[in-house]
């Protein structure tokens, strides 16, 4: 149920409520609605910064890292000072004191099989800003299986998708989810992760930006959501495309699988590759026997520190 604004918030949101679309109704469902956002990263940040700013009453933030110095050129929610604090505590923090007015629920743990029906059914739609497949394969399933919304987004170096999964429609069905594009991940791998590929530090605020603003409009009425359609933005071109997503039923979802194993992860662990301590490496060099050391890292830290090793690209290896 809508909840009244006080003269406060009536003032906050005036130029929401100005507008006839949204006006004082709208702002009262934004205020009653409850939403979560799995992942504080670079698209968690924007969304949770313009959700708060919004007025949504009631957001939680799932998320179990530490603020990096490598996430400071993107995940502008986070300072200097935040390095090596919780992610979920920083953000509760610094968005009350931008919204005083809304409730933030925090989770600092990893997203499961074992928890998420526990956490997601608290909420009225879900916001996956995660960045690997095995957890997007999971969002998606739980959403299906609980009737949520998932207002999905991803990035890769200049690229970035948006889309709305589940969404209920008209006829009583629900749209098509991540699985209908997506029926099988990539081989595990075959896709770096921004870690491992880089990401332009401006495109996560704008996709995060087109799920928030999502989420507002499925929130309020206001417009038509990116269901069964996805958004694929190229910042270098500054092109859009929109494809529609048709239901594959063969890719009916009945319940919760192993996703790590579902994406390859497990069976890339068990392999009979040997490792080496750092302290044992450290004896070898010592003791001068011979040994091939091979660098894996990017050029460019390669050249910043260079560890003596012979310099192959973990991505020409892949490729």
Same mark, same amino acid.
């Given at each position: 149920?809508?909840?009244?604004?006080?003269?406060?918030?009536?003032?906050?949101?005036?130029?929401?409520?100005?507008?006839?679309?949204?006006? #004082?109704?709208?702002?009262?469902?934004?205020?009653?609605?409850?939403? %979560? /956002?799995?992942? =504080?990263?670079? @698209?968690?940040?924007? !969304?949770?910064?313009?959700?708060?700013?919004?007025?949504?009453?009631?957001l939680g933030i799932v998320d179990f890292d530490t603020v990096d110095l490598s996430n400071l050129q993107r995940q502008i929610l986070f300072t200097t000072d935040d390095i090596g604090k919780s992610k979920v505590d920083v953000a509760k923090k610094r968005l009350l004191?931008?919204?005083?007015n809304i409730e933030i629920e925090t989770y600092n743990v990893k997203i499961t099989s074992r928890n998420i029906f526990s956490i997601i059914e608290q909420y009225d739609? #879900?916001?996956?800003?995660?960045?690997?497949?095995?957890?997007?394969? %999971? /969002?998606?399933? =739980?959403?299906? @299986?609980?009737?949520? !919304?998932?207002?999905?987004?991803?990035?890769?170096?200049?690229?970035?998708?948006?889309?709305?999964?589940?969404?209920?429609?008209?006829?009583?069905?629900?749209?098509?989810?991540?699985?209908?594009?997506?029926?099988?991940?990539?081989?595990?791998?075959?896709?770096?992760?921004?870690?491992?590929?880089?990401?332009?530090?401006?495109?996560?605020?704008?996709?995060?930006?087109?799920?928030?603003?999502?989420?507002?409009?499925?929130?309020?009425?206001?417009?038509?959501?990116?269901?069964?359609?996805?958004?694929?933005?190229?910042?270098?071109?500054?092109?859009?495309?929109?494809?529609?997503?048709?239901?594959?039923?063969?890719?009916?979802?009945?319940?919760?699988?192993?996703?790590?194993?579902?994406?390859?992860?497990?069976?890339?662990?068990?392999?009979?590759?040997?490792?080496?301590?750092?302290?044992?490496?450290?004896?070898?060099?010592?003791?001068?026997?011979?040994?091939?050391?091979?660098?894996?890292?990017?050029?460019?830290?390669?050249?910043?520190?260079?560890?003596?090793?012979?310099?192959?690209?973990?991505?020409?290896?892949?490729?």
């Amino acid at each position: 149920m809508p909840k009244s604004l006080t003269n406060l918030e009536f003032s906050r949101y005036n130029r929401h409520i100005l507008m006839p679309q949204i006006g #004082i109704e709208g702002q009262e469902k934004l205020k009653a609605a409850k939403v %979560l /956002v799995i992942g =504080a990263g670079g @698209l968690g940040c924007p !969304i949770l910064q313009y959700l708060t700013a919004a007025g949504v009453g009631t957001l939680g933030i799932v998320d179990f890292d530490t603020v990096d110095l490598s996430n400071l050129q993107r995940q502008i929610l986070f300072t200097t000072d935040d390095i090596g604090k919780s992610k979920v505590d920083v953000a509760k923090k610094r968005l009350l004191s931008q919204n005083p007015n809304i409730e933030i629920e925090t989770y600092n743990v990893k997203i499961t099989s074992r928890n998420i029906f526990s956490i997601i059914e608290q909420y009225d739609i #879900i916001i996956d800003g995660t960045d690997n497949f095995p957890t997007r394969y %999971l /969002v998606n399933d =739980a959403c299906v @299986l609980k009737n949520k !919304i998932n207002v999905f987004g991803s990035i890769f170096q200049f690229e970035g998708q948006v889309s709305v999964f589940n969404y209920p429609l008209t006829n009583g069905n629900r749209s098509a989810n991540y699985r209908d594009i997506f029926p099988n991940p990539p081989k595990d791998g075959t896709v770096p992760n921004c870690a491992e590929a880089g990401v332009f530090g401006v495109l996560p605020g704008i996709i995060g930006s087109i799920q928030a603003s999502e989420v507002i409009k499925i929130i309020t009425g206001v417009g038509e959501p990116l269901a069964s359609k996805l958004l694929i933005l190229d910042t270098l071109s500054f092109t859009t495309r929109v494809l529609n997503i048709n239901k594959n039923p063969a890719t009916a979802i009945t319940k919760l699988i192993d996703y790590d194993e579902f994406c390859g992860i497990k069976k890339s662990l068990k392999t009979n590759i040997k490792t080496i301590s750092v302290s044992d490496f450290q004896n070898l060099i010592e003791t001068e026997e011979d040994y091939l050391l091979i660098d894996v890292r990017h050029p460019h830290e390669h050249k910043f520190r260079n560890i003596g090793g012979l310099l192959i690209p973990q991505a020409e290896i892949i490729a």
